[in-house]
């Protein structure tokens, strides 16, 4: 058996503490997990793993194995990144994590292109909240998107900056009003996202005067409302089935309002923006397949024009 691979299939149950876990992410039964975490301790003589029928833990050994292990697999792999890169011939598996709407409708299109550009890359999509172990899950890179990045264990490169607006939909504010200030939405239905407005607070950093002069006085409302979510795209559908106004970055509503399913509300407002991150666990050498697939990340979201439906005077 090779003793590389046993390694890594080790290193996989090691960071999860699970068998199920890592036969998932490696695309192996679990069975062969098994035989080769087996293996691998015979070939060691030590026992590397403590399993009971609830819980997986690390011995002394298996913590040493750990910490050396993902060392020299990072070795490795920074042997084969220099050999790929001296005959630009990227390869493998890259391991992606995403926002669930944001991954299915907006990343997709660009990992489409992107495997017909390198089709000796194969890329893994993993749909989550963001707060993803990215060590943990085996994941190469994820994309967050928040107002503020707090993680500061990994490394992150903001990709973008996306302006974000309220809408809600034509029958909402005929039978509501529409809102002429800040202070008016405390008194409607507000749709909240939990992850981004966890206290119910949206923030608008200035506002466009109808003489075209736009100000940076930051303003907040705390707001209230029968519906939150921790995706933006379930308050989205109960903007279209009229519940009430919700805040969203404008890729997601764009469609939306180009096609009058909802209106942009308070449109002389800023709400705060999100930025687009891309994330990377904490380990020297990136992978020559990471280091590609980021680049025409970044270069995609340059040529983004996130601004053309933020509907501002």
């Known amino acids: 058996m090779d003793k590389l691979k046993a390694i890594e299939v080790f290193i996989e149950v090691a960071q999860g503490l699970s068998f199920s876990g890592a036969a998932q992410r490696l695309g192996m ?24 029928t609830k819980s997986v833990s690390l011995t002394e050994s298996g913590l040493s194995l750990l910490e050396n292990g993902r060392e020299l697999l990072d070795r490795v792999d920074s042997i084969d990144t220099a050999v790929r890169q001296s005959v630009k011939e990227p390869k493998g598996m890259l391991r992606l994590g995403a926002p669930p709407s944001f991954g299915a409708f907006h ?20 749909l989550d909240d963001g707060r993803t172990d990215l060590v943990a899950e ?35 504010l005929r039978r509501r009003g529409t809102p002429q200030t800040i202070a008016d939405l405390a008194a409607h239905e507000c749709m909240v996202h939990a992850l981004k407005s966890p206290t119910n607070i949206w923030t608008f950093m200035g506002d466009v005067h109808p003489a075209g002069v736009k100000t940076n006085s930051k303003s907040t409302v705390r707001v209230h409302g029968t519906i939150r979510a921790n995706y933006g795209e379930p308050l989205r559908h109960a903007a279209l089935l009229g519940h009430g106004i919700s805040m969203h970055p404008t890729y997601m509503v764009m469609q939306d309002i180009q096609e009058g399913r909802l209106v942009s509300v308070l449109p002389q407002f800023r709400p705060v923006g999100v930025d687009i991150y891309a994330v990377f666990p904490s380990r020297k050498n990136m992978p020559v397949r990471v280091r590609t697939f980021l680049d025409f990340l970044r270069q995609w979201f340059a040529a983004a024009d996130w601004h053309a439906y933020q509907n501002v005077p």
Not at 113 to 126: G, M, W
Request: proline share 5%.
């Open 29 to 52: 039964a679990k069975g062969n997990v098994t035989k080769h975490i087996a293996w691998l301790e015979q070939s060691l003589g030590v026992q590397l793993l403590t399993r009971t």
């Open 138 to 172: 085996g994941l190469d890179m994820s994309v967050r998107i928040a107002t503020s990045l707090k993680d500061t264990s990994q490394i992150a490169q903001r990709l973008a900056v996306v302006p974000q607006l309220l809408v809600a939909s034509p029958d909402y």
């Open 107 to 126: 990343l997709v299109p660009i990992i489409t292109a992107f495997s017909s550009a390198h089709p000796d890359i194969q890329v893994v999509l993993y």
